[in-house]
């Protein structure tokens, strides 16, 4: 697939979930990642939080413990407002508990660079 070109209006995804929510006993956030990329997605990268609390206002500092299991992970995708919207099924699918947001952003830069992928 060739390089997308990204300018001007867009839209910011953001996908706020727990560290340890998972897909088939895989990692949502690496679930989601590998299926937005299929799904031809501009780019997505995953966040990984030091502390916060959802819905349920669980704070997930409580302990050593707990902070290690369930950090907060936001992935964040910015992609035309058609792409986003071909995605949200598949986050209404995969996504049980979490937080979706979607707010008009302006690209002013988006580009490959010029570094070669690292050799596999």
């Not at 780019?43 to 950090?71: M, Q, W």
């Not at 992970?73 to 099924?89: Q, S």
């Not at 996504?95 to 660079?113: D, F, I």
């Amino acid at each position: 697939m060739g390089h997308r070109v990204l300018e001007g209006d867009q839209t910011l995804l953001r996908i706020f979930l727990g560290e340890s929510d998972r897909w088939h006993g895989r990692p949502l956030h690496l679930a989601l990642l590998e299926r937005l990329r299929k799904e031809g997605a501009a780019g997505v990268t995953v966040l990984r939080g030091i502390a916060g609390f959802g819905a349920r206002s669980v704070v997930h500092t409580t302990s050593i413990l707990r902070l290690s299991e369930d950090l907060p992970i936001v992935l964040e995708l910015v992609d035309t407002p058609e792409h986003v919207e071909r995605l949200l099924p598949i986050l209404d699918e995969m996504v049980s508990e979490g937080l979706v947001t979607m707010e008009k952003v302006r690209v002013v830069k988006y580009a490959p660079g010029t570094r070669t992928p690292a050799a596999r």
